[in-house]
């Protein structure tokens, strides 16, 4: 008698946990499971992002290389008389964008500093999004930083703001009525179409996809995504793009820097 | 800002087969696509690309619209001599880069 209520009791048990296992699979992906795109990738596309001569994404590294020694503006200011040599002051920056603008009181992304930094330093127009000058610093900038862990988002000024991006990317949304998390945290290890899904970790931006035969940023990937799901995308630079950008690298902290990367 | 990444290998044993890779940055534009307004965006390509090893020509290859941007091209030779590799690219509008690469043979 007392045999058979253990029994009962273990199997209730086995239940149970069989319950929660499930709930957990829907759930946020565990640290330990998280993987970079390139992971996804074929050895092939995996091997043009390992050889700098074979990376078209180090095209943009080049020219961005070139922008940051020219003298532009007003002020004649070239990015390198103030910040010097990128590879000692630019080394982990692009790891800890987004980051909290105290004039702003908001969350800007690398491209927004870059831009920031035109306008009132060198005292020049800002460039355009996705223009190639804007995506070869950033790319150039970003490159600093491979290899080094993302920290974005440790700020606890930006706290609320990591919570709003989170709050988006749960949120359902569009004509097909999906949020970023019922792909990219449910059903990563499956495939859209032949595309792997993969679990959306921003390791590589700017990075060039094969797809654009360019190379793009990351709020670019997520308007398409937006695009994708029929929902209105944000405008570049928006504040809730922002936020989602700052949400998606918050949530890869830990994981190392690899742009500019290369992605199918 | 066109430019262009060469990969050729600094040293080489004479006789030996050595991989030669270049990328040369290209919108490759196809000429079939067509604005929102409906017009042809002009064919604008790199139609031809040259590789010559002390002045001699060792490969040639000509460029259709269907090939990617950012044209990547990887092919062999044989390490004779010490020497220069001259790399040339032609295409529409007027399009002409050049880059070079220089390898030492023992």
């Given at each position: 008698?007392?045999?058979?209520?253990?029994?009962?009791?273990?199997?209730?048990?086995l239940?149970?946990?069989?319950?929660?296992?499930?709930?957990?699979?829907?759930?946020?992906?565990?640290?330990?499971?998280?993987?970079?795109?390139?992971?996804?990738?074929?050895?092939?596309?995996?091997?043009?992002?390992?050889?700098?001569t074979?990376?078209?994404?180090?095209?943009?590294?080049?020219?961005?290389?070139?922008?940051?020694?020219?003298?532009?503006?007003?002020?004649?200011?070239?990015?390198?008389?103030?910040?010097?040599?990128?590879?000692?002051?630019?080394?982990?920056?692009?790891?800890?964008?987004?980051?909290?603008?105290?004039?702003?009181?908001?969350?800007?992304?690398?491209?927004?500093?870059?831009?920031m930094?035109?306008?009132?330093?060198?005292?020049?127009?800002?460039?355009?999004?996705?223009?190639?000058?804007?995506?070869?610093?950033?790319?150039?900038?970003?490159?600093?930083?491979?290899?080094?862990?993302?920290?974005?988002?440790?700020?606890?000024q930006?706290?609320?703001?990591?919570?709003k991006?989170?709050?988006?990317?749960?949120?359902?949304?569009?004509?097909?009525?999906?949020?970023?998390?019922?792909?990219?945290?449910?059903?990563?290890?499956?495939?859209?179409?032949?595309?792997?899904?993969?679990?959306?970790?921003?390791?590589?931006?700017?990075?060039?996809?094969?797809?654009?035969?360019?190379l793009?940023?990351?709020?670019?990937?997520?308007?398409?995504?937006?695009?994708?799901?029929?929902?209105?995308?944000?405008?570049?630079?928006?504040?809730?793009?922002?936020?989602?950008?700052?949400?998606?690298?918050?949530?890869?902290?830990?994981?190392?820097?690899?742009?500019?990367?290369?992605?199918? | 800002?066109?430019?262009?990444?060469?990969?050729?290998?600094?040293?080489?044993?004479?006789?030996?087969?050595?991989?030669?890779?270049?990328?040369?940055?290209?919108?490759?534009?196809?000429?079939?696509?067509?604005?929102?307004?409906?017009?042809?965006?002009?064919?604008?390509?790199?139609?031809s690309?040259?590789?010559?090893?002390?002045?001699?020509?060792?490969?040639?290859?000509?460029?259709?619209?269907?090939?990617?941007?950012?044209?990547?091209?990887?092919?062999?030779?044989?390490?004779?001599?010490?020497?220069?590799?001259?790399?040339?690219?032609?295409?529409?509008?007027?399009?002409?880069?050049?880059?070079?690469?220089?390898?030492?043979?023992?």
């Open positions: 008698m007392r045999c058979a209520r253990a029994i009962i009791i273990a199997v209730l048990l239940i149970a946990a069989a319950i929660g296992a499930s709930c957990l699979s829907a759930a946020e992906i565990p640290q330990g499971e998280r993987r970079s795109g390139y992971d996804f990738m074929t050895p092939d596309t995996q091997a043009i992002q390992n050889d700098d074979a990376n078209p994404g180090m095209l943009w590294v080049l020219d961005g290389e070139a922008l940051w020694k020219s003298k532009t503006g007003a002020a004649a200011k070239a990015c390198a008389d103030c910040h010097e040599d990128a590879r000692a002051s630019m080394k982990g920056v692009a790891a800890r964008y987004p980051a909290f603008d105290k004039t702003l009181g908001r969350p800007i992304n690398l491209e927004q500093r870059i831009n930094c035109r306008v009132q330093h060198q005292q020049t127009t800002a460039l355009p999004y996705e223009s190639r000058d804007l995506l070869a610093l950033t790319a150039f900038v970003a490159q600093q930083s491979r290899g080094v862990a993302i920290v974005a988002g440790a700020d606890p930006l706290e609320p703001f990591v919570a991006g989170r709050e988006l990317f749960m949120q359902r949304q569009g004509q097909l009525n999906l949020g970023c998390a019922n792909c990219h945290d449910d059903n990563w290890d499956k495939r859209l179409a032949g595309s792997a899904i993969t679990q959306g970790h921003p390791t590589g931006y700017p990075l060039y996809r094969l797809e654009w035969q360019s793009g940023s990351l709020q670019r990937r997520m308007r398409a995504c937006m695009t994708g799901v029929r929902a209105r995308a944000y405008d570049y630079g928006a504040p809730g793009l922002v936020e989602l950008e700052l949400y998606l690298m918050s949530r890869a902290q830990g994981m190392p820097m690899d742009s500019p990367a290369v992605r199918p | 800002m066109a430019s262009a990444l060469i990969n050729v290998p600094k040293k080489a044993k004479r006789g030996e087969i050595i991989e030669i890779k270049t990328l040369m940055s290209h919108i490759m534009e196809t000429g079939y696509r067509r604005t929102a307004t409906g017009e042809i965006v002009p064919r604008d390509i790199i139609t690309f040259v590789c010559r090893y002390n002045g001699v020509e060792i490969f040639r290859a000509d460029l259709f619209p269907a090939i990617a941007a950012n044209p990547f091209m990887t092919f062999f030779t044989v390490a004779t001599e010490s020497g220069k590799f001259d790399f040339e690219w032609i295409g529409d509008r007027g399009f002409s880069e050049t880059a070079s690469a220089s390898i030492s043979v023992e």
